[in-house]
Each structure stands twice: as C-alpha cells, then as structure tokens.
C-alpha cells in the first residue's frame, strides 16, 4: 500500500506562483515514477506533469510548459510542483499519483496511488 499526501495549494491572483509537495509512504519512493494531474469543477481530471524514478526525464503538457517545473526528492520521499505566472485556468484541484514504473506517464491509467487532491485557485 502507498500513501500520497499533498499540500501547499491554496488561493493566489493571476501572476502569482505556488508550489505544491507530495508526500509518499509505504512503498519505495525513488524506485517509481511520480505525476501530478489536476481537475476542474465539471471538467474531467487532466494530466499536467510526470517525472521518471531519478528525475532524469520530466514532462509537461503544452499549456504549462515553461510555467511549472516538476522535481523529486527521494531522500525526502516527496515530490513537488513548481507553479509560477500562474492563470484562472489552472485553478482546480491538483492530485499526485504514483506509477509503479520506473519511467514516467502521461496516461492516468498508468498510476495506481493517488493522493486526496489539493485546492489550487487562481483569481484574476
């Protein structure tokens, strides 16, 4: 069994940065690949970003590219997102999952631990 625990969302204006951590437990972190994906009101979840095991090969979808960084600690257990300029239409809430997979997915069908969410709004 695996633990996923995020923090760090809350509420900012369009411009703003937040950076969101996820917490992992029960399993061995740094043998797996990591990703965030958020979901808006009304709106299925969508993927945002994943990383591999050792943080060697990270990816983004295209509307936050060059706005959002992804990294891992494995010492720590934790994986975070930075999310910096950020706009309205990020706002949602932000799940972290887990991939029993040395490489990383953009596929949500792929991870099979998923954190309770974090709330993240952005007001313009």
């Known amino acids: 069994q695996v633990w996923l625990v995020e923090s760090g969302g809350g509420s900012v204006q369009a411009g703003g940065s937040l950076r969101l951590s996820c917490a992992a437990s029960?399993?061995?972190?740094?043998?797996?690949?990591m990703g965030w994906f958020r979901q808006a009101p009304g709106k299925e979840r969508e993927f945002v970003s994943t990383?591999?095991?050792?943080?060697?090969?990270?990816y983004y979808t295209d509307s936050v590219k060059g706005r959002f960084t992804i990294s891992r600690d494995n010492a720590k257990n934790t994986v975070y997102l930075q999310m910096n300029s950020l706009k309205p239409e990020d706002t949602g809430v932000y799940y972290c999952?887990?991939?029993?997979?040395?490489?990383?997915?953009?596929?949500?069908?792929?991870?099979?631990?998923w954190g309770q969410g974090t709330q993240v709004t952005v007001s313009s």
């Open positions: 999952a887990l991939r029993p997979r040395p490489a990383g997915s953009s596929s949500r069908a792929d991870y099979d631990y």
């Open positions: 029960g399993r061995t972190f740094s043998n797996y690949a």
């Open positions: 990383i591999s095991w050792n943080g060697g090969w990270t």
